[in-house]
């Protein structure tokens, strides 16, 4: 089969890293079972990758920010104009604000086939703000569509979207993750200090402040630990961390702030401990499934999503949202009890191979596909 006779299928993201990091293996392996594939988003530093894997990248600018309605007029036209070009057999929109432009530009343009992946129901759907009634009613009408498929992941979305597009939605479980390269270290690592990470997009609601306020407190207590903060500020969302605010807890040394680490499967392999104390509506958040793929014990909240990955006292401890004591509790409970982190981090790799392994992840979402 030629290229040009294989079934095209379009990516549409809203920014290149996040497809690279969440995306990109998923769109070789739809290639390698004979897809055409190509990918819009806009151009940044991570483009690059997207041309080297083998897929056709297609430039957009995308401003997740704006709630502007003539730059959303400008954005679908834009889509509409490629997906007309390209005429292809299925497109894959991921997150709230692709999934809104391009499902219209997909119905303009004819498209027969739209999955329209929410990972997570973010803020469109968790502000009460009257500026994101409008996103969510338009949603409701674009869910419903039957040239529509969706996919979240984890049941609580599953529910609440099932009632909102009267109709089946598919649970298929994270953008799944590498465990031969997130797999756990062959190196024993020392007691002193404890490592302690946590990696997101540095938002006020992935419980960062909570973290920081819960390092403080068990450094008074006397513990010897490093918490590491690993990303950047997300500063198209509203609820972006400040850099200086990170970098001056950097410089009070509460924090070590790493920024954007392009190999987390290192970063965790030389760690004790993964910690996401978030209060974001989550789909199921990567980096704790890539920590418990190198045998980590985590420490998050009782969230969809993030209870998903963490069964509580079984591969990790799930605390209340915004409780810095029940987070430090936590925290020190697995400081102080090397076997416990031990048991914890074996039972989460093995909850890995079995549920968020990325052949069954990808073997679910071509069958989707076709």
Not at 184 to 208: C, F, M, Q, Y
Not at 327 to 352: F, M, Q, S, W
Request: glycine share 6%.
């Amino acid at each position: 089969m030629t290229r040009a006779q294989r079934p095209k299928l379009i990516y549409l993201v809203a920014d290149d890293r996040y497809f690279c990091t969440h995306r990109l293996p998923l769109a070789v392996a739809a290639q390698q079972q004979d897809f055409n594939v190509h990918v819009i988003c806009p151009k940044g530093d991570s483009s690059e990758k997207i041309v080297h894997a083998g897929l056709t990248f297609r430039p957009l600018p995308f401003n997740r920010k704006s709630l502007n309605p003539f730059d959303g007029i400008k954005t679908v036209w834009r889509i509409y104009k490629l997906y007309k070009q390209l005429k292809p057999d299925c497109v894959h929109h991921v997150a709230i604000k692709p999934v809104l432009f391009g499902t219209i530009a997909a119905h303009l343009a004819g498209v027969p086939s739209i999955v329209n992946a929410v990972a997570g129901l973010g803020h469109v759907f968790a502000s009460r703000s009257w500026l994101m009634l409008p996103l969510r009613i338009m949603m409701r009408v674009l869910l419903r569509s039957p040239r529509v498929k969706i996919i979240v992941q984890n049941p609580e979305d599953q529910a609440e979207l099932e009632s909102l597009a009267q109709k089946p939605v598919h649970l298929i479980y994270g953008a799944g993750v590498d465990t031969e390269q997130f797999s756990p270290s062959a190196v024993e690592l020392p007691d002193n200090p404890i490592v302690i990470t946590h990696a997101s997009r540095l938002l006020w609601s992935k419980g960062v402040g909570e973290l920081v306020l819960a390092a403080r407190t068990l450094r008074e207590q006397g513990h010897s630990i490093s918490v590491q903060i690993v990303g950047e500020p997300d500063m198209q969302n509203p609820d972006a961390i400040p850099a200086d605010t990170l970098q001056a807890w950097h410089d009070e040394g509460v924090i070590n702030w790493l920024g954007y680490q392009s190999d987390m499967a290192t970063i965790y392999q030389q760690s004790h401990i993964a910690v996401l104390a978030s209060y974001y509506r989550e789909g199921i958040p990567k980096t704790l499934i890539e920590a418990a793929s190198v045998g980590l014990p985590l420490v998050t909240t009782d969230m969809p999503g993030c209870r998903i990955i963490v069964e509580d006292n079984v591969n990790g401890l799930l605390v209340a949202t915004r409780d810095v004591a029940a987070l430090t509790e936590a925290l020190t409970n697995l400081i102080c009890d090397p076997e416990k982190r031990k048991v914890y981090g074996e039972a989460g790799r093995a909850r890995v191979l079995k549920q968020f392994a990325a052949s069954i992840i990808y073997d679910q979402t071509i069958a989707l596909y076709r």
